[in-house]
């Protein structure tokens, strides 16, 4: 292992530019967003941008879903050319369009696949083959023991396990006692997963489950210095528009000008709290058209808000 806290794979969030910030704040490893193995295939175009990195992102882990062993192995032969460090297939997406035809969480259903993919991908690369699961479809079918044993007897380097089931998606609590098992269970590191959203967080699951790192998702957008070491409210107004403005650099670098604010709005609702902001002010700050207004408004917050003490604003 490389560190003990890791980015989660998000999609729609865990991009280039939101990766490479969180790596140089400390995240061990660099995920990237799942792609499809039909469109490695098909459209490449497509899955590209998801797939860039920079090398001090390194390691690298490529994650894939499919339900089809045979195409998820000419997927990775193809991925190779751009020199993944590991190759993570995806067991936990819980999506309909996806869990339905039995690619990600949908593959927990049937272990024989699961244990087809991890052979033949381990056998024919030489690079760290790893998942990411679920505890099951659902509760009466929690078979998480049975998919890490699998994981493991065929090949797998790693395991990272969300503690919740397919069909909570992300509703309820995480159930950490199920990753401690796994641990118990498996010889190889094993990665915790679900309700880490602050150091507290992360030291309990630690302690509890003995897992070798955790992996944080929801927790670390609006607050990548957890990778750091910090909670939100450690983190100054003065350091939150500092990589504010970092930020939204890098997605304009990475998507161009326009698209890049356009999409950077889904971080700003979370790098400060919106809920002391008239309507009015939260209408103009997402919807500012240029990285200039969207500085200049932004300054004006930060001033308003030194001449006016309030309490530290804390996203969780």
């Not at 990766?19 to 899955?47: C, H, K, W």
């Not at 090949?155 to 609590?173: D, W």
């Not at 002391?276 to 808000?305: G, V």
Request: glycine share 8%; charged share 25%.
């Amino acid at each position: 292992m490389y560190g003990d806290a890791i980015l989660a794979p998000m999609d729609g969030y865990s991009d280039q530019p939101f990766r490479g910030l969180a790596r140089q704040l400390g995240s061990a490893i660099s995920y990237t967003e799942f792609v499809n193995a039909m469109d490695v295939l098909n459209r490449p175009d497509l899955i590209l941008p998801r797939l860039a990195f920079e090398e001090s992102e390194r390691p690298v882990a490529f994650q894939l879903y499919d339900d089809d062993p045979a195409r998820l192995l000419q997927a990775a032969e193809t991925l190779m050319a751009y020199q993944p460090d590991i190759l993570d297939i995806n067991m936990g997406c819980s999506a309909k369009s996806v869990a339905a035809r039995g690619a990600g969480a949908g593959l927990l259903r049937t272990p024989e696949k699961v244990a087809m993919i991890i052979r033949q991908l381990s056998d024919e690369f030489d690079l760290p083959v790893t998942a990411k699961i679920r505890l099951g479809w659902d509760d009466d079918s929690l078979n998480y023991l049975e998919i890490a044993k699998t994981v493991s007897d065929n090949g797998g380097a790693l395991i990272a396990v969300h503690g919740r089931t397919k069909v909570q998606a992300y509703g309820g609590r995480a159930n950490w006692r199920a990753i401690a098992e796994i641990k118990a269970a498996v010889s190889i590191p094993v990665i915790g997963n679900g309700d880490i959203h602050t150091i507290a967080d992360k030291q309990r699951m630690l302690a509890q489950t003995r897992c070798d790192a955790v992996m944080i998702g929801r927790g670390a957008i609006g607050n990548p210095w957890i990778f750091a070491g910090k909670d939100r409210h450690q983190v100054s107004h003065d350091q939150v528009r500092e990589m504010m403005l970092v930020h939204l650099g890098r997605m304009q670098d990475f998507y161009g000008l326009e698209e890049g604010l356009k999409l950077f709005r889904k971080h700003v609702t979370r790098y400060v709290s919106l809920s002391p902001l008239k309507k009015a002010q939260r209408t103009q700050l997402l919807t500012c058209t240029t990285a200039e207004s969207f500085t200049r408004f932004l300054d004006q917050l930060y001033f308003n808000h030194r001449m006016t003490p309030k309490e530290e604003v804390y996203v969780s």
